[in-house]
């Protein structure tokens, strides 16, 4: 090798050395670099924070109108509690009257009604006109009353059918 190739060699090595200054000028880009990759990060983070909040209060504002609104149903639930406790009443108290009117319904039914029994039977099936007959003929001979079929509303065995 010759001294000047040797030369440029160590000279092509030594540009690729850093100097003093060099180093600074290196050490202020980094800076500027950081410095701006911090600027960036935090105002992403920010960002999100921003977001986050704005989520977090719109939560907390739809957590307070659905607290209202569980209350608000809550006060309407207890009312038609009520109100289905006093149908209750009401209708065990309708009830009651019902069946007391039906009880004076039937009594005031079976008022005209007369229960004849020992008459004898003739066969198994009877129209309702013989049993009239049957009964008026027997009121009239038993009970010493003048009575006609018309005046009977409706005549029928009970029971079943014992022949004698």
Same mark, same amino acid.
């Given at each position: 090798?010759?001294?000047?190739?040797?030369?440029?060699?160590?000279?092509? %090595?030594?540009?690729?050395? &850093?100097t *003093?200054?060099?180093s600074?000028?290196?050490?202020? /880009? @980094?800076?500027?670099?950081?410095? $701006?990759?911090?600027?960036?990060?935090?105002?992403?983070?920010?960002?999100?924070?921003?977001?986050?909040?704005?989520?977090?209060?719109?939560? %907390?504002?739809?957590?307070? &109108?659905? *607290?209202?609104?569980?209350?608000?149903?809550?006060? /309407? @639930?207890?009312?038609l509690?009520? $109100?289905?406790a006093?149908?209750?009443?009401?209708k065990?108290?309708?009830s009651?009257?019902?069946?007391?009117?039906?009880?004076?319904?039937?009594?005031?039914?079976?008022?005209?009604?007369?229960?004849?029994?020992?008459?004898p039977?003739d066969?198994?099936?009877?129209?309702?006109?013989?049993?009239?007959n049957?009964?008026?003929?027997l009121?009239?001979?038993?009970?010493?009353?003048?009575?006609?079929?018309?005046?009977?509303?409706?005549?029928?065995?009970?029971?079943?059918f014992?022949?004698?």
């Open positions: 090798m010759t001294i000047e190739k040797r030369l440029d060699d160590i000279s092509s %090595k030594l540009s690729h050395v &850093l *003093k200054e060099d600074s000028v290196i050490k202020d /880009i @980094i800076k500027e670099t950081v410095e $701006q990759l911090k600027d960036q990060l935090l105002g992403n983070v920010i960002r999100r924070i921003e977001i986050l909040e704005s989520y977090a209060f719109e939560q %907390k504002r739809e957590i307070e &109108l659905l *607290k209202n609104e569980n209350a608000s149903k809550s006060k /309407i @639930i207890e009312g509690k009520i $109100q289905n006093a149908l209750e009443q009401n065990d108290r309708e009651m009257q019902n069946d007391e009117f039906a009880n004076a319904t039937e009594q005031y039914s079976r008022r005209n009604n007369l229960r004849i029994t020992g008459v039977e066969q198994d099936r009877q129209s309702s006109e013989s049993v009239t049957k009964s008026v003929t009121v009239n001979t038993h009970l010493g009353m003048s009575i006609v079929p018309n005046e009977i509303d409706t005549a029928h065995r009970l029971g079943q014992k022949p004698n």
